[in-house]
Nanobody, 114 residues
Framework: VQLQASGGGLAQAGGSLRLSCAASGITFRFYYMGWYRQAPGKQRALVATISPSGSTNYADSVKGRFTISRDNTKKTVSLQVNSLKPEDTAVYYC?????????WGQGTLVTVSS
């Protein structure tokens, strides 16, 4: 079982990145998928989630700027991050949940310069 996140990097304020998470070892289409982030000195926090049917939920701080999507055929979940702000700097983690089982990826670092 593995969640492999990628796509992080350095971006300027106002820029964009696309984060991706590839899942293996799970029946992906049944899982609720999500992205969380942990900024330096802060607790891990929800960014966005997407249900098996495609319903989405976003933290207020990213609404209108971030878009979560999933591809059940490829077993991937993506996060398009636009209009980046310095306060978006964090390690972003992919998450999978189903019936009380929670899986985490290794995280990918996003750094936004002002």
């Amino acid at each position: 079982v593995q969640l492999q996140a990628s796509g992080g990097g350095l971006a300027q304020a106002g820029g964009s990145l696309r984060l991706s998470c590839a899942a293996s070892g799970i029946t992906f289409r049944f899982y609720y998928m999500g992205w969380y982030r942990q900024a330096p000195g802060k607790q891990r926090a929800l960014v966005a989630t997407i249900s098996p049917s495609g319903s989405t939920n976003y933290a207020d701080s990213v609404k209108g700027r971030f878009t979560i999507s999933r591809d059940n055929t490829k077993k991937t979940v993506s996060l398009q991050v636009n209009s980046l702000k310095p306060e978006d700097t964090a390690v972003y983690y992919c998450n999978a949940e189903l019936e009380g089982r929670t899986l985490w990826g290794q995280g990918t670092l996003v750094t936004v310069s002002s």
